[in-house]
T-cell receptor, first 113, second 113 residues
Framework: TQLLEQSPQFLSIQEGENLTVYCNSS?????LQWYRQEPGEGPVLLVT?????EVKKLKRLTFQFGDARKDSSLHITAAQTGDTGLYLC?????????????FGQGTTLQVKP | NAGVTQTPKFQVLKTGQSMTLQCAQD?????MYWYRQDPGMGLRLIYY???????DKGEVPNGYNVSRLNKREFSLRLESAAPSQTSVYFC????????????FGPGTRLLVL
């Protein structure tokens, strides 16, 4: 059962374009994280959002956590070829305190020069 | 400070063979996790160890066993490999279940023929 649905699963755009990746669930999460993964490497954390409605910016990347803490989005402004990679969202449940994360399927982003 | 290390980087097995994937972290983290990553599936949790001396099943534990050898090391064992276990395996660690950033190793690519 995939509790976190990411869309789109694949995105191919030209350098300079804007894009948004969505991460949706029917479950409430205590926090939601976004990771970026390069080929042949493990995921690396980009940001964690904790509060409903929270917006965080990381240079050209803007992350938002839904008011109900069930969904999140990642917006990239003026994409660059260096943004190419796999983007993963992951949700943490508040119960159990195990540190477990539930991952979405991932969005493969290809930015063409 | 090497972070999270995994060995081997790549392995080919025949159906029915056994092997152990090794993971070690030098960040004095309490919690460790094993995931598998398959195309279009994101990362799925196999087993985790919230603290030294404890292990618990994740989402897809069948066919695997784990050992938390000490605080640093967490191994994943395939007793009788099957082609369905062909995947990329990632180990991750977390300082404590009250924190949120998981640090991932570089992965082990396993092919079962």
């Amino acid at each position: 059962t995939q509790l976190l649905e990411q869309s789109p699963q694949f995105l191919s755009i030209q350098e300079g374009e804007n894009l948004t990746v969505y991460c949706n669930s029917s479950s409430v999460f205590s926090s939601l994280q976004w990771y970026r993964q390069e080929p042949g490497e493990g995921p690396v954390l980009l940001v964690t959002v904790v509060t409903g409605g929270e917006v965080k910016k990381l240079k050209r990347l803007t992350f938002q956590f839904g008011d109900a803490r069930k969904d999140s989005s990642l917006h990239i402004t003026a994409a660059q070829t260096g943004d190419t990679g796999l983007y993963l969202c992951a949700g943490a449940k508040s119960s159990g305190n195990t540190g477990k994360l539930i991952f979405g399927q991932g969005t493969t982003l290809q930015v063409k020069p | 400070n090497a972070g999270v290390t995994q060995t081997p980087k790549f392995q080919v097995l025949k159906t029915g063979q056994s092997m152990t994937l090794q993971c070690a972290q030098d960040m004095n983290h309490n919690s460790m996790y094993w995931y598998r990553q398959d195309p279009g599936m994101g990362l799925r949790l196999i087993y985790y160890s919230a603290s030294e001396g404890t292990t618990d099943k994740g989402e897809v534990p069948n066919g695997y066993n784990v050992s938390r050898l000490n605080k640093r090391e967490f191994s994943l064992r395939l007793e009788s490999a099957a082609p369905s276990q062909t995947s990329v395996y990632f180990c991750a660690s977390l300082h404590s279940v009250w924190q949120e950033t998981q640090y991932f190793g570089p992965g082990t690519r396993l092919l079962v023929l």
